[in-house]
């Protein structure tokens, strides 16, 4: 079956550091993807970055980067220079291309982490 | 151009009353899904539309559930003799295809209260 483990419930950052958000994943889906989404106190759920798992690159979108150890089934975001509207829900999901235990096409989500950004 | 909309945003039904969640997925989007997030959870799977396939239904949690898609375009959600446990927002998404490497595109949820 696919999984995806959050472990950090919440997480606090100073205003302009940097934060590593965790996400483990377990599939046996040969091909995958692997997605970060935001969803801010509104409720909308906002697509940050995304990583193929034969990428042989982390993905990297502005202040987003994705570190990605395949070996390690890890896939962390990195938020650089954090600002105050940084601080939401982050949720790590992932999608496979087989039927191994789920559906094929939909995300299987994390439970998040709640992203705090102090001034 | 436009995103996902989905109607009502909010839906406060009574314990046994039937309700029905709309969604209009991103214009020339194949796929489309319905997930349900209840307080402080993740993400659920309910149901996904690929084209003209037969939906996949794996996600729907009984038979009270059903889901509708017009013309590949437009889709219904029906909760039939609503329970308390069925309180939840429910959100749709759409993507261009059902392959890993395209990201969904999430509507702004419909928030269902069963008194």
């Known amino acids: 079956a696919q999984k995806i483990t959050q472990t950090q419930p919440g997480m606090f950052v100073q205003e302009k550091e940097a934060v590593t958000l965790d996400c483990t994943y377990d599939?046996?889906?040969?091909?995958?993807?692997l997605f970060w989404y935001k969803q801010p106190s509104s409720g909308e759920m906002i697509f940050l970055i995304y990583?193929?798992?034969?990428?042989?690159q982390n993905a990297t979108e502005g202040r987003y980067s994705l570190n990605f150890q395949k070996a390690r089934k890890s896939a962390n975001l990195v938020i650089s220079a954090s600002q105050l509207g940084d601080s939401a829900m982050y949720f790590c999901?992932?999608?496979?291309?087989?039927?191994?235990?789920?559906?094929?096409?939909?995300?299987?989500f994390g439970k998040g982490t709640k992203l705090s950004v102090k001034p | 151009g436009a995103g996902v909309s989905q109607s009502p945003s909010n839906k406060v039904t009574e314990k046994g009353k039937d309700v029905e969640l709309r969604c209009d997925p991103i214009?020339?989007?194949?796929?489309l899904y319905w997930y349900r997030q209840s307080l402080g959870q993740g993400l659920e799977f309910l149901i996904y539309?690929?084209?003209?396939?037969?939906?996949?239904k794996s996600g729907l949690p009984s038979d009270r559930f059903s889901a509708e898609r017009t013309g590949g375009s437009v889709s219904t959600l029906t909760i039939q003799r609503t329970q308390q446990e069925d309180s939840a927002v429910y959100l749709c998404?759409?993507?261009?295809?059902?392959?890993?490497?395209?990201?969904?595109?999430f509507g702004p949820g419909t928030r269902l209260t069963v008194t």
């Open positions: 998404a759409s993507s261009l295809s059902g392959q890993p490497s395209y990201e969904q595109y």
């Open positions: 599939t046996s889906d040969p091909s995958y993807g």
């Open positions: 990583q193929g798992s034969y990428d042989q």
């Open positions: 999901a992932m999608r496979g291309i087989m039927n191994y235990g789920g559906s094929q096409g939909n995300l299987i």
């Open positions: 214009s020339g989007h194949t796929a």
């Open positions: 539309f690929q084209g003209n396939s037969a939906p996949d």
